[in-house]
T-cell receptor, first 118, second 115 residues
Framework: AQKVTQAQTEISVVEKEDVTLDCVYE???????LFWYKQPPSGELVFLIR??????QNEISGRYSWNFQKSTSSFNFTITASQVVDSAVYFC???????????????FGTGTLLAVQP | DAGVIQSPRHEVTEMGQEVTLRCKPI?????LFWYRQTMMRGLELLIY????????DSGMPEDRFSAKMPNASFSTLKIQPSEPRDSAVYFC?????????????FGPGTRLTVL
């Protein structure tokens, strides 16, 4: 069965600190996709990144970076020099490969609440 | 471009009443998903459609819940009769599977309160 574990329920940091959000996944599929979504206090879910299982390159986007390691089934998310606006719940998610030209469902972790204090 | 549109944004109803939630996916997307978010259960998939056809409704809690997608630009999620435990935020999401791209884009959600 597919499963996503975000062991960190809440993290509190002071502005400008670096913070890493952990994500561990389980799947029997050899091809799959991993995602991170952000849910700010306003409630919407904002897509941040998608990673394919066959592409283990780490990715950096501004202050955000992602470390994908198949050997440990982890897809961790680091925010460098955190800002108050980064305060949100962050969800890691997993889905099977596309089939028949269509998308598959997302399995979400329980989320990590990040509080960045000024 | 307009994102996923959901209506209403907030709904307060009394137990036993029928509730209908509406979703307009992003134009051109061929997959549509209904999720529910609660404190106890987190984000869980209720049902999803590919090319307007229901693919997996195993997440639908019980027969009181039903969903339809009559065309590519509209979907409804209906609860009849509603119960207090149905109180949650209901999200609709859409996506287009193109090569390895398949990210889902979420609507703003409908916050449902059943008294």
């Amino acid at each position: 069965a597919q499963k996503v574990t975000q062991a960190q329920t809440e993290i509190s940091v002071v502005e400008k600190e670096d913070v890493t959000l952990d994500c561990v996944y389980e799947t029997r599929d050899t091809t799959y996709y991993l995602f991170w979504y952000k849910q700010p206090p306003s409630g919407e879910l904002v897509f941040l990144i998608r990673r394919n299982s066959f592409d283990e390159q780490n990715e950096i986007s501004g202050r955000y970076s992602w470390n994908f390691q198949k050997s440990t089934s982890s897809f961790n998310f680091t925010i460098t020099a955190s800002q108050v606006v980064d305060s949100a719940v962050y969800f890691c998610a997993l889905s099977d490969m596309n089939y028949g030209g269509a998308t598959n469902k997302l399995i979400f972790g329980t989320g990590t609440l990040l509080a960045v204090q000024p | 471009d307009a994102g996923v549109i959901q209506s209403p944004r907030h709904e307060v109803t009394e137990m036993g009443q029928e509730v209908t939630l509406r979703c307009k996916p992003i134009s051109g997307h061929n997959s549509l998903f209904w999720y529910r978010q609660t404190m106890m259960r987190g984000l869980e998939l209720l049902i999803y459609f590919n090319n307007n056809v229901p693919i997996d409704d195993s997440g639908m809690p019980e027969d009181r819940f039903s969903a339809k997608m009559p065309n590519a630009s509209f979907s409804t999620l209906k609860i009849q009769p509603s119960e207090p435990r149905d109180s949650a935020v209901y999200f609709c999401a859409s996506s287009l599977a193109r090569g390895s791209m398949n990210e889902q884009f979420f609507g703003p959600g409908t916050r449902l309160t059943v008294l």
